[in-house]
């Protein structure tokens, strides 16, 4: 049986891009005892209230004729946001040389985070500025916001 992110991404895909933008990723998480379908999207100049709501009531329809999701949950759709996580290979592929925060989920060479840009991913290896760290102490990436 596919998971449910991967029957909601196809079924997003179209509706997402139809509105003029880019599917970032798609969860489905747990948090305080309630479920959350979330749709992250991106495009250029950035992603308003319009964009939101132009993929967010289709893919609700079809959602609701599709029922891929047995029970009930919270539906967002949001911008994948300036500090957005990556998590697929195609994240990564498409930052590369970006400044990234990688938080480890236990300290390495004395330190849980490191800020620089990001030099390789491999197999779940990231590599920020040529240190390289295994896919196993890596608890998040997300892309650097300064401000």
């Known amino acids: 049986m596919a998971k449910v992110t991967d029957t909601v991404e196809k079924l997003a895909l179209p509706i997402v891009e139809q509105a003029g933008c880019t599917l970032w990723d798609v969860e489905y998480v747990k948090e305080a005892g309630e479920w959350f379908l979330r749709v992250y999207i991106d495009r250029p100049g950035g992603v308003d209230i319009d964009c939101c709501e132009a993929v967010s009531r289709p893919l609700s329809d079809v959602l609701d004729q599709c029922d891929p999701i047995q029970g009930s949950y919270t539906f967002e759709v949001s911008s994948a946001g300036l500090d957005r996580a990556l998590r697929k290979s195609a994240h990564f592929a498409q930052c590369m040389g970006r400044q990234v925060d990688v938080k480890l989920y236990r300290p390495v060479d004395g330190r849980k985070a490191a800020t ?3 030099t390789g991913y491999e197999d779940g290896a990231v590599t920020v ?4 760290y295994e896919k196993k102490d890596v608890a998040q990436v997300r892309l650097h916001v300064e401000f």
């Open 116 to 118: 620089g840009a990001l």
């Open 129 to 132: 500025d040529g240190v390289r």
